[in-house]
């Protein structure tokens, strides 16, 4: 596998000035993350603990606090405004909400022609491009002179993953692509990324709340709490083996389709700590029902279990 993205000691604090002081908020707190070539790395965890942060920043959507971000052994946080312009074909992002993302006061052919014209391609290629993209989405190129109003939820996030990969990236970063949709249109849209994924060799980021969408599209799993990577795996081990307490709660909580399946789901008890006042100790500590007295004293190191890397006292 050829290495396309390295994350090293990635930061983002948000700081936020109150009255006589300030509260900074540590949304990505020193993270590492390595993505290869043509594979799904998803991202999961909780709302609010830093994920949808952490793929901005890798696209410098949002300008990080420290860390280092190499995009084919390149550090895009080194590249100047004109450079990283122009390294934006290269890397896209599918956004959670459709209809947000897409302008309501353009057809779907002038949406799909902006990136086009941003990166001066010539105006006699544009057409046959936006053309063939839009088909491959599984809409009609009778349905370019409409506008994003006119489409339902999943239509109108196929035209932003069209417009995401118009342009032939190699890294989409996808910001929970599914979530607002029906769960037929779901699959429907998954399919459709892992088509994609096969006829165009992207690479994923995939970040989703949803374990068993990220089961299904998945080839590694990296879960995150509080700003921080505490497991990491393949799809496999993460969904077979979990080591981390935090892991194996998110896994019991997957609605089971059989009501014959007993199930025990783990109920984390105690209080979420805020990001803006970290413990020294391990950020699960407050709610993990295997706590240890060190747990409250000393940031845990991040472990290499057979491949399997988790950040816990109890290994």
């Known amino acids: 596998m050829t290495e396309l993205l390295k994350v090293n000691n990635l930061k983002k604090y948000f700081t936020k000035k109150g009255i006589g002081e300030k509260t900074t908020v540590k949304a990505v707190n020193d993270v590492n993350l390595t993505a290869y070539d043509s594979e799904t790395l998803s991202i999961v965890g909780e709302s609010g603990c830093g994920k949808s942060t952490f793929g901005?920043?890798?696209?410098?959507?949002?300008?990080?606090?420290?860390?280092?971000?190499?995009?084919?052994?390149?550090?895009?946080?080194?590249?100047?405004?004109?450079?990283?312009?122009?390294?934006?074909?290269d890397v896209q992002i599918i956004f959670q909400d459709p209809a947000e993302s897409l302008n309501p006061r353009a057809t779907v052919k002038e949406i799909l022609e902006e990136p086009l014209i941003a990166h001066k391609i010539p105006k006699k290629e544009?057409?046959?491009?936006?053309?063939?993209?839009?088909?491959?989405?599984?809409?009609?190129?009778?349905?370019l002179k409409y506008f994003p109003h006119q489409f339902s939820g999943g239509q109108k996030q196929r035209i932003g993953i069209a417009r995401a990969l118009?342009?032939?990236?190699?890294?989409?970063v996808a910001d929970e692509p599914v979530s607002a949709l029906d769960v037929s249109v779901q699959s429907q849209i998954l399919n459709l990324m892992r088509d994609l994924q096969e006829e165009y060799n992207l690479t994923y980021i995939f970040i989703s709340h949803d374990l068993s969408v990220v089961e299904f599209i998945s080839d590694r799993v990296a879960v995150m709490y509080l700003g921080r990577f505490v497991e990491f795996g393949n799809k496999d081990q993460i969904f077979n083996n979990p080591l981390h307490p935090y892991t194996q709660a998110l896994l019991s909580a997957i609605p089971e389709p059989d009501p014959k399946v007993k199930k025990e789901k783990i109920i984390l008890k105690g209080d979420l700590p805020s990001p803006s006042n970290p413990s020294q100790g391990c950020p699960f500590h407050t709610r993990c029902p295997m706590k240890m007295e060190i747990c409250e004293q000393k940031l845990p190191e991040i472990k290499n279990i057979d491949g399997q890397q988790v950040m816990c006292h109890l290994y």
């Open 56 to 89: 901005r920043c890798v696209l410098r959507l949002i300008e990080p606090t420290e860390g280092e971000v190499y995009f084919e052994n390149k550090n895009i946080l080194d590249l100047s405004k004109k450079d990283m312009r122009n390294m934006r074909k």
């Open 126 to 143: 544009r057409l046959p491009l936006i053309e063939d993209i839009i088909v491959k989405v599984g809409l009609s190129k009778e349905q």
């Open 166 to 172: 118009i342009l032939n990236p190699k890294l989409v």
